[in-house]
Protein backbone atom coordinates (compact mmCIF):
# COMPACT_ATOMS: atom_id res chain seq x y z
CA UNK A 1 0.00 0.00 0.00
CA UNK A 2 3.06 2.36 0.35
CA UNK A 3 3.22 3.24 -3.21
CA UNK A 4 -0.55 4.16 -3.66
CA UNK A 5 -1.09 7.16 -5.42
CA UNK A 6 -4.87 8.48 -6.58
CA UNK A 7 -5.73 8.54 -10.21
CA UNK A 8 -5.59 12.37 -11.22
CA UNK A 9 -9.29 12.07 -12.47
CA UNK A 10 -10.54 10.57 -9.51
CA UNK A 11 -8.73 13.10 -7.76
CA UNK A 12 -10.18 15.82 -9.55
CA UNK A 13 -13.74 14.33 -9.74
CA UNK A 14 -14.33 12.90 -6.01
CA UNK A 15 -14.03 13.79 -2.63
CA UNK A 16 -11.98 12.06 0.15
CA UNK A 17 -14.16 11.20 3.15
CA UNK A 18 -12.43 8.52 4.85
CA UNK A 19 -9.99 5.42 4.56
CA UNK A 20 -11.21 2.06 5.71
CA UNK A 21 -9.34 -0.66 6.09
CA UNK A 22 -8.14 -1.26 2.80
CA UNK A 23 -9.76 1.72 0.46
CA UNK A 24 -10.33 5.28 0.61
CA UNK A 25 -13.79 6.36 0.45
CA UNK A 26 -14.55 8.91 -1.96
CA UNK A 27 -17.70 11.11 -2.74
CA UNK A 28 -18.29 11.60 -6.13
CA UNK A 29 -18.98 15.47 -6.77
CA UNK A 30 -22.25 15.65 -8.49
CA UNK A 31 -25.45 16.24 -6.20
CA UNK A 32 -27.50 14.60 -8.92
CA UNK A 33 -26.61 10.84 -6.82
CA UNK A 34 -25.72 9.71 -3.60
CA UNK A 35 -22.58 8.34 -5.25
CA UNK A 36 -19.46 6.89 -3.21
CA UNK A 37 -15.74 5.62 -4.40
CA UNK A 38 -13.86 2.93 -2.71
CA UNK A 39 -10.32 3.06 -4.06
CA UNK A 40 -8.12 0.08 -2.78
CA UNK A 41 -4.82 1.45 -1.67
CA UNK A 42 -3.00 -1.32 -3.28
CA UNK A 43 -0.04 0.28 -5.83
CA UNK A 44 -0.52 -0.94 -9.40
CA UNK A 45 -4.27 -2.64 -9.02
CA UNK A 46 -6.31 -2.65 -11.85
CA UNK A 47 -8.41 -5.65 -11.81
CA UNK A 48 -9.99 -7.49 -8.79
CA UNK A 49 -7.68 -10.27 -9.76
CA UNK A 50 -4.90 -7.99 -8.55
CA UNK A 51 -5.89 -8.29 -5.00
CA UNK A 52 -4.87 -11.25 -2.84
CA UNK A 53 -7.76 -13.19 -1.19
CA UNK A 54 -7.22 -11.39 1.96
CA UNK A 55 -7.63 -7.45 0.08
CA UNK A 56 -10.51 -9.30 -1.73
CA UNK A 57 -12.07 -10.12 1.67
CA UNK A 58 -11.34 -6.58 2.82
CA UNK A 59 -12.63 -4.91 -0.42
CA UNK A 60 -15.75 -7.30 -0.09
CA UNK A 61 -16.52 -6.10 3.36
CA UNK A 62 -16.09 -2.56 2.39
CA UNK A 63 -18.42 -2.49 -0.52
CA UNK A 64 -20.89 -4.55 2.47
CA UNK A 65 -20.65 -1.23 4.64
CA UNK A 66 -20.59 1.52 2.24
CA UNK A 67 -23.80 -0.45 0.11
CA UNK A 68 -25.50 -0.36 3.31
CA UNK A 69 -24.88 3.24 4.15
CA UNK A 70 -26.27 3.87 1.03
CA UNK A 71 -29.47 1.76 0.86
CA UNK A 72 -30.49 2.91 4.18
CA UNK A 73 -30.82 6.52 2.48
CA UNK A 74 -34.12 8.12 1.74
CA UNK A 75 -35.86 6.95 -1.63
CA UNK A 76 -32.72 4.41 -2.79
CA UNK A 77 -34.71 1.46 -4.47
CA UNK A 78 -31.83 -0.11 -6.49
CA UNK A 79 -27.83 0.28 -5.89
CA UNK A 80 -25.65 0.20 -8.67
CA UNK A 81 -21.77 -1.36 -8.04
CA UNK A 82 -19.75 -1.35 -10.77
CA UNK A 83 -15.79 -1.39 -11.55
CA UNK A 84 -15.47 -0.49 -15.26
CA UNK A 85 -12.11 1.21 -15.41
CA UNK A 86 -12.32 1.68 -19.29
CA UNK A 87 -11.29 5.26 -18.26
CA UNK A 88 -9.51 5.07 -15.03
CA UNK A 89 -7.94 2.21 -14.99
CA UNK A 90 -6.95 2.31 -11.16
CA UNK A 91 -9.33 -0.35 -9.70
CA UNK A 92 -11.99 1.91 -8.04
CA UNK A 93 -15.62 0.34 -7.30
CA UNK A 94 -18.30 2.91 -8.00
CA UNK A 95 -21.94 2.43 -5.76
CA UNK A 96 -24.82 4.79 -6.35
CA UNK A 97 -27.85 4.95 -4.84
CA UNK A 98 -30.91 4.76 -7.33
CA UNK A 99 -34.34 5.80 -7.67
CA UNK A 100 -36.62 6.33 -10.05
CA UNK A 101 -36.65 9.37 -11.60
CA UNK A 102 -32.97 10.64 -11.06
CA UNK A 103 -31.53 12.57 -13.66
CA UNK A 104 -30.48 9.11 -15.55
CA UNK A 105 -32.78 6.93 -14.48
CA UNK A 106 -33.51 4.08 -15.55
CA UNK A 107 -30.18 4.33 -17.52
CA UNK A 108 -25.99 4.14 -16.04
CA UNK A 109 -25.27 7.27 -14.50
CA UNK A 110 -21.76 7.10 -16.43
CA UNK A 111 -21.35 9.48 -18.75
CA UNK A 112 -24.75 10.79 -18.30
CA UNK A 113 -25.08 14.77 -18.80
CA UNK A 114 -22.66 16.83 -16.58
CA UNK A 115 -21.66 16.79 -13.06
CA UNK A 116 -23.45 19.11 -10.79
CA UNK A 117 -20.98 19.90 -7.75
CA UNK A 118 -22.55 20.53 -4.73
CA UNK A 119 -22.08 24.09 -3.18
CA UNK A 120 -19.16 24.24 -0.87
CA UNK A 121 -20.99 24.07 2.56
CA UNK A 122 -23.15 21.47 1.35
CA UNK A 123 -20.16 19.56 0.29
CA UNK A 124 -18.45 19.84 3.59
CA UNK A 125 -21.79 19.06 5.86
CA UNK A 126 -22.21 15.89 3.83
CA UNK A 127 -18.34 14.67 4.06
CA UNK A 128 -18.60 15.21 7.55
CA UNK A 129 -22.05 13.28 7.66
CA UNK A 130 -20.40 10.60 5.69
CA UNK A 131 -17.23 10.43 7.88
CA UNK A 132 -20.16 9.95 11.17
CA UNK A 133 -22.38 7.60 9.68
CA UNK A 134 -19.07 5.24 8.38
CA UNK A 135 -17.77 5.22 12.14
Known amino acids: MSGFQL ?21 MNDARYRWLLLVPRVDGAV ?41 VRQ ?16 GPVWGHGRAEPYPDQDLARHVENLRQQLR
Do not use: C, M, Y
Open 7 to 27: DPRLATDSVFVADGPLSQVRL
Open 47 to 87: EWLDLDGGQQRLLLAEINQVGALLRSGPGTSKLNIGALGNI
Open 91 to 106: LHIHLVARHEGDAAWP
